[in-house]
């Protein structure tokens, strides 16, 4: 059953402009050869340099990207930027010579690690499903285990494959970048906007929280009833083997969570959990998980901030009771970035979530 939780860019050629030629040729400037140079169109600016660069250098290694901004050989107006930079119209790119291994470029017969495989971008966009859809932007309900983007041992994810899918015609520039993020484990609810006005205006709404996002969860123990409201700064930090965290620390970022409990269960096997409605009002990393997980109750399933030794015992190596993290985006409400009509969009919880719901003996949400 789907409940009302409220109610109560396209890749561009290396030789070519990120405006485009109108003849379908480069715009180079280049004073040595090899060397390109890119002006931002209106459609593009706004966008943070290395997003930008991500995007459209298909094949070249974010290590790569990341090394170009940090020593310079990328400028912008003649200048060095950091990888913060936001591009804007009129801006001139410098992008220096790139040359790709045999074992990138496919001229050995094998597909470039770095570029997209059609197939396995079909069979990502078809477990993708489209809740909304207009020309301005797109809500879609992410799936658990597949990441936003690709990067760090992804190969790609939900913005690279409903990129390639959705390539427009050639000689016509594709518009998609993401509106917010989720993390890899949590499913549900996202935007991306079709326009870069769309983008602009739907991050004014998440920046002066006009955009409401509620989320569901299933975490470990009996939550108190008193406990409405999360007020706890979060830090990031990096541990000895690179892997990043966030926990709650005095001088992190300000972070605030409403939190309302749904229904509280006790199960034979799993003892005491809750089921909530999470809602951030603040948008930091991996905030509603650690924002739990400190109150001494933790997210059924959790990879990172959870009860392992519990998780295991009823996962999949177990009774198979919880299969991935419980923690689903519901709904969004927002403004619509051309009509200015309020939208409620809601993704019901896929059949792993409901399976363990299901298990839990809960009651239909509403």
Not at 67 to 86: A, H, K, Q
Request: a positive charge; one cysteine or more.
């Amino acid at each position: 059953m789907t409940a009302n939780p409220f109610d109560s860019a396209s890749k561009l050629p290396l030789s070519g402009s990120a405006r485009g030629s109108p003849a379908g040729g480069p715009e180079s400037r280049g004073s040595s050869p090899g060397v390109q140079q890119w002006t931002v169109g209106p459609e593009q600016a706004g966008q943070r340099i290395d997003n930008f660069l991500l995007t459209r250098l298909k094949g070249v290694p974010k290590t790569r990207i990341y090394r170009m901004l940090r020593t310079g050989e990328v400028r912008v107006n003649g200048g060095r930027i950091g990888s913060d930079y936001r591009i804007e119209e009129g801006d001139v790119l410098r992008i220096p010579p790139l040359r790709l291994p045999a074992s990138m470029d496919g001229s050995d017969g094998s597909q470039s690690r770095g570029a997209i495989q059609p197939g396995l971008a079909k069979s990502v966009a078809a477990r993708i499903n489209v809740i909304f859809e207009d020309e301005f932007f797109i809500a879609i309900d992410k799936p658990a285990g597949l990441a936003v983007h690709g990067g760090s041992g992804v190969k790609l994810g939900v913005i690279e494959a409903l990129r390639q899918v959705r390539q427009p015609e050639a000689g016509r520039e594709l518009f998609l970048e993401l509106v917010h993020r989720l993390d890899r484990e949590t499913s549900g609810l996202m935007l991306l906007a079709k326009r870069r006005s769309s983008l602009t205006e739907f991050h004014r709404q998440l920046r002066e929280g006009q955009m409401r996002k509620r989320y569901l969860a299933v975490v470990w123990g009996s939550w108190p009833q008193a406990c409405d409201r999360i007020d706890a700064p979060l830090h990031k930090w990096v541990n000895a083997r690179g892997e990043r965290w966030v926990r709650i620390q005095e001088g992190g970022q300000a972070a605030i969570t409403k939190v309302r409990v749904l229904q509280q269960l006790d199960h034979p096997l799993l003892g005491a959990v809750s089921v909530l409605q999470c809602e951030p009002l603040t948008g930091r990393t991996h905030q509603l998980r650690v924002h739990l997980a400190g109150q001494g109750h933790p997210i059924l399933g959790d990879p990172k901030y959870g009860v392992h030794e519990r998780d295991d015992a009823v996962g999949p190596k177990g009774p198979g009771l919880i299969t991935r993290m419980a923690l689903h985006a519901w709904s969004l409400r927002l403004t619509h970035p051309n009509t200015g009509e309020a939208l409620i969009l809601t993704a019901p919880v896929g059949q792993e979530f409901q399976n363990l719901l299901n298990t839990l003996g809960a009651k239909p949400l509403r």
